[in-house]
């Protein structure tokens, strides 16, 4: 019965949507009623951060669009700041999969509070004239697997030690599993850029992922890209190029 009401209530709003004002008959008992209530927002970055919608790309041109599809690669981080690095990583991914790369900037971390609106339009405004970006609260991996179905992640190969890690999963292995899992049934792979770390230049061949997974992961040659300088080696030095 509550499914049935649900439905009506789905079909009148679409009727209205449209224009279509004949009432829907929602069959309900003597004690219930209907309350409506909405909600606007500036743009679709302040939707996103109402939970309105998954993500909120901000193109080239600075306009702003509310879910809008992406086919390509996707570039997560949270450019602070956006630097030589990212652009260079971006066009060799790009070079690689013959396809468009957008860069993916989440509002929520694992480890961090989640940001407040006014950084991430500063974070967002170092994009304008440049490629996408695309806000999203996906955290996770797995999350970032369903709001881009079939796209190629794009990440260094440090963030590959921690999502291949079961400490970063609680110490369990199965969640670990289960999450390479979902992002692999969601038709996602990776592409995975070597990084400097100390004095040892590291790559995909250095980190032991799980032999089912393996089809996973394309490692970038070194010769194709490779950055040593990072944002928070900028931060620390005060600068960004």
Known sequence: GEELVVGRLILRALAEACGVHDAV???LS???DVRESE???RDPLEALIGGHIR???FPSDGTWAADSRHSGGILPGSFNPLHDGHRKLATAASDILGAPVAYELSITNVDKPPLAEDVIRNRVSQFAGLETVMVTDAHVFFEKARLFPGGVLIIGVDTLSRLVDPHYYGGDEARMLLALSEIESAGCRFLVAGRLEGDEYRA???VPVPPMFSGLFQGIPESNFREDVSSSELRIAGKAP
């Open 39 to 41: 909600a606007s927002y």
């Open 55 to 57: 993500t909120a790309a």
């Open 204 to 206: 995909l061949g250095d």
């Open 30 to 32: 003597a004690t219930e």
């Open 25 to 27: 008959d929602l069959g």
